[in-house]
Each structure stands twice: as structure tokens, then as C-alpha cells.
């Protein structure tokens, strides 16, 4: 699995604090800096982009 977070991210920090592992603030955005995906991080990176406000992650 790979993530991505895409333009419409703002910066809530939610996937961040949810999955560490995969996700981090990059100045005043998300990125995720870990792909792929870790398979014991797996279910935590499909919770936040679950608890994404806008819908920025993109899971493939």
C-alpha cells in the first residue's frame, strides 16, 4: 500500500497523530514520508485517511 496526501490537505495534524509511523507535518502540511506502507502500519494509515476533514489521503 502506498499513501499519498494530496493539495487539499490543511494541516489539521490528524493523520499525524493517529499513524506517526507513515505520516508527518511538513511545514504547514501532512506528508507521508514512509512508502510503502509498512504492513504492521496498515491499519492505522486506512484510520487516517478515515479521519481526514478533507479527504487528502489517498491510499493505493
Given at each position: 500500500m502506498f499513501?499519498?496526501?494530496?493539495?487539499?490537505?490543511?494541516?489539521c495534524g490528524?493523520?499525524?497523530a493517529i499513524c506517526p509511523q507513515v505520516f508527518r507535518?511538513?511545514?504547514e502540511i501532512a506528508e507521508a514520508y514512509t512508502n510503502p506502507v509498512p504492513?504492521?502500519?496498515e491499519e492505522s494509515t486506512?484510520?487516517?485517511?478515515?479521519?481526514c476533514p478533507?479527504?487528502?489521503?489517498?491510499?493505493?
Open positions: 499513501a499519498i496526501v494530496n493539495s487539499d490537505c490543511i494541516g490528524a493523520c499525524e507535518m511538513n511545514y504492513q504492521d502500519a486506512k484510520e487516517a485517511a478515515k479521519s478533507v479527504a487528502a489521503i489517498i491510499l493505493e
